[in-house]
C-alpha cells in the first residue's frame, strides 16, 4: 500500500480518538505493520506506546499517554464503540492517583498508571496497575475534560485511602475536591466510612470522621465566598 493510502487511512482513525489508534486497528483497514513503520520513519507517525500511534501535529503530553495507555487495554475497538457502552467503559476505569491527577487535586507523585478493573487482570508494563473491584454506577463517570472513564472524586480518596496515604495527603485531596464542588458532604462521608484510622481517628469514630470532613468542606466555602468578595 502506497504511504499516502496509509496516512490517509490511519489519520482518519486518529481523527475519531483523540489523533491516535492502534495497530490492531489500523489491521482492521488492511494496514499492516510494515505499512506503519514506514510511514514511521517518513515522520508521519509517532510511536506513542506498544501497538499506539500517534498522527503528526498530535501534542504528547501526559494525557495523551493515558489515552494510548487506555487504548492498548482494548486495542481492537475504537474509542466511541468503547465510551457508548457502560460495561465496556467500565472494564478499565482510571482510579487512584492517576483519578487524582485528572480530577486536579491533591499533590501526589505519579506512580504509573492505575485502572480499576472488574475482573483480576495483570499488565507485563511495570507502570500499568491493575485494581480489582466492581464499581457502583455513581463511583465512576467519564470525565467531562479527558473523555475517559474516571472514579469519582469520593471514590477516588476513598482508593488512596485503603492504599495507605498520609492523612495529610488525603485531607489535601478533600480540601481540593471541595474546591472544585467535586463532592458533597454526604457523598464524601458514605464513601470513606471505615475508613477512619487514614485520617487519624480512632476506628469506627464516624462523629469524628463526619466532623473532620465537614471542617475541610467548610473551609473550601468560606474561602469561594472570600474569593469572591474580594
Given at each position: 500500500?502506497?504511504?499516502?493510502?496509509?496516512?490517509e487511512?490511519?489519520?482518519?482513525?486518529?481523527?475519531?480518538?483523540w489523533?491516535?489508534?492502534?495497530?490492531?486497528?489500523?489491521?482492521?483497514?488492511?494496514?499492516?505493520?510494515?505499512?506503519?513503520?514506514?510511514?514511521?520513519?517518513?515522520?508521519?507517525?509517532?510511536?506513542?506506546r506498544?501497538?499506539?500511534?500517534?498522527?503528526?501535529?498530535?501534542?504528547?503530553?501526559?494525557?495523551?499517554?493515558?489515552k494510548?495507555?487506555?487504548?492498548s487495554?482494548?486495542?481492537?475497538?475504537?474509542?466511541?464503540?468503547?465510551?457508548?457502552?457502560?460495561?465496556?467503559?467500565?472494564?478499565?476505569?482510571?482510579?487512584?492517583?492517576?483519578?487524582?491527577?485528572?480530577?486536579?487535586?491533591?499533590?501526589?507523585?505519579?506512580?504509573?498508571?492505575?485502572?480499576?478493573?472488574?475482573?483480576?487482570?495483570?499488565?507485563?508494563?511495570?507502570?500499568?496497575?491493575?485494581?480489582?473491584?466492581?464499581?457502583?454506577?455513581?463511583?465512576?463517570?467519564?470525565?467531562?475534560?479527558?473523555g475517559?472513564?474516571?472514579?469519582s472524586?469520593?471514590?477516588?480518596?476513598?482508593?488512596?485511602?485503603?492504599?495507605?496515604?498520609?492523612?495529610?495527603h488525603?485531607?489535601?485531596?478533600?480540601?481540593?475536591?471541595?474546591?472544585k464542588?467535586?463532592?458533597?458532604?454526604?457523598?464524601?462521608?458514605?464513601?470513606?466510612?471505615?475508613?477512619?484510622?487514614?485520617?487519624?481517628?480512632?476506628?469506627?469514630?464516624?462523629?469524628?470522621?463526619h466532623?473532620?470532613l465537614?471542617?475541610?468542606?467548610?473551609?473550601?466555602?468560606?474561602?469561594?465566598?472570600?474569593?469572591?468578595?474580594?
Amino acid at each position: 500500500m502506497k504511504s499516502s493510502e496509509v496516512t490517509e487511512l490511519v489519520g482518519d482513525l486518529a481523527s475519531q480518538q483523540w489523533g491516535l489508534f492502534t495497530t490492531a486497528q489500523a489491521r482492521t483497514i488492511e494496514v499492516t505493520s510494515p505499512d506503519l513503520l514506514r510511514v514511521e520513519r517518513a515522520g508521519i507517525l509517532e510511536r506513542v506506546r506498544h501497538g499506539v500511534y500517534a498522527i503528526a501535529g498530535t501534542v504528547l503530553s501526559p494525557e495523551i499517554e493515558l489515552k494510548a495507555q487506555w487504548l492498548s487495554l482494548r486495542p481492537d475497538m475504537m474509542a466511541a464503540d468503547r465510551l457508548r457502552d457502560e460495561i465496556l467503559a467500565c472494564e478499565a476505569v482510571v482510579s487512584h492517583t492517576t483519578a487524582a491527577e485528572l480530577w486536579g487535586i491533591g499533590d501526589l507523585w505519579a506512580d504509573g498508571y492505575h485502572f480499576t478493573v472488574p475482573q483480576r487482570r495483570r499488565s507485563r508494563q511495570p507502570e500499568v496497575q491493575f485494581h480489582r473491584a466492581d464499581l457502583a454506577d455513581d463511583e465512576w463517570q467519564i470525565h467531562p475534560k479527558v473523555g475517559l472513564p474516571v472514579t469519582s472524586a469520593a471514590r477516588t480518596i476513598a482508593d488512596l485511602a485503603d492504599d495507605g496515604h498520609e492523612s495529610g495527603h488525603l485531607l489535601s485531596l478533600v480540601t481540593d475536591a471541595g474546591n472544585k464542588h467535586l463532592v458533597g458532604i454526604h457523598e464524601l462521608f458514605i464513601a470513606l466510612k471505615g475508613k477512619e484510622e487514614a485520617f487519624g481517628l480512632d476506628a469506627r469514630d464516624e462523629n469524628g470522621l463526619h466532623k473532620l470532613l465537614s471542617e475541610c468542606l467548610r473551609t473550601t466555602e468560606i474561602d469561594l465566598l472570600v474569593s469572591k468578595a474580594l
